[in-house]
């Protein structure tokens, strides 16, 4: 089964408002990345938290870390029709291999 | 900018082929990952390098075999396709650092008949 495990599957969203994706994983991290991917291209980093910190900014977003529940969220504020892709957590526990979700697919409507 | 360029952006092969998938990188990673994406399962890592003529399995390596003989480039092969194996793949490439991001390719969308 997939170490990190993003809920919902799909979530659609009026534009300006904001959009919240959930990580659950399974083991122990080092830190935990999420990605966007757009429709036919590749995953594109967001942002990265690491295992001693709590919460990270980085523009619209803000990601958590909760190490004792072993979840994240990522929250996009005041969302824009461009946010519209698939959201994915990936987390290392080694030095070489980062395990990805299945994703959320986040639509924005007009 | 990195720049992580795979060879084809859509590819149709017959069962029994040996397909070669071809990724280069332009940063001088040391790092280069093979991974294919298939609805509801993610992101699964197939084999990746860390270095020159340097392989190691990932989660799903029967089927494949891979090839790093330069440093900027990363080929993922089918030694004889099969159906099972039409997905997206995706190849990838980081530094030297295991905090450093992942830059991805566009993928290549293989079909195999």
């Known amino acids: 089964s997939q170490q990190g495990e993003e809920d919902p599957q799909a979530l659609s969203i009026q534009e300006g408002e904001n959009a919240t994706m959930n990580c659950s994983y399974k083991t122990s991290i080092n830190n935990l990345q999420w990605y966007r991917q757009n429709s036919g291209r590749g995953l594109v980093h967001l942002i990265l938290i690491r295992s001693n910190e709590r919460e990270k900014h980085s523009g619209r977003l803000r990601v958590t870390l909760d190490t004792s529940k072993k979840s994240s969220s990522l929250l996009i504020t005041a969302s824009r029709a461009a946010d519209t892709a698939s959201y994915f957590c990936a987390t290392r526990s080694s030095a070489s291999k980062i395990i990805f979700g299945s994703g959320t697919r986040l639509s924005i409507r007009p | 900018d990195v720049k992580v360029t795979q060879s084809s952006r859509y590819l149709v092969k017959r069962t029994g082929e040996k397909v070669f998938l071809e990724c280069v990188q332009d940063?001088?990673?040391?790092?280069m990952f093979w991974y294919r994406q298939d609805p509801g399962l993610g992101l699964r890592l197939i084999y990746f390098s860390y270095d020159v003529k340097m392989k190691e399995k990932g989660d799903i390596p029967e089927g494949y075999s891979v090839s790093r003989e330069k440093k900027e480039r990363f080929s993922l092969i089918l030694e004889s396709a099969s159906t099972n194996q039409t997905s997206m793949y995706l190849c990838a490439s980081r530094g030297q650092y295991s905090n450093q991001p992942q830059h991805f390719g566009d993928g290549t969308r293989l079909s195999i008949l």
């Open positions: 940063m001088d990673h040391e790092n």
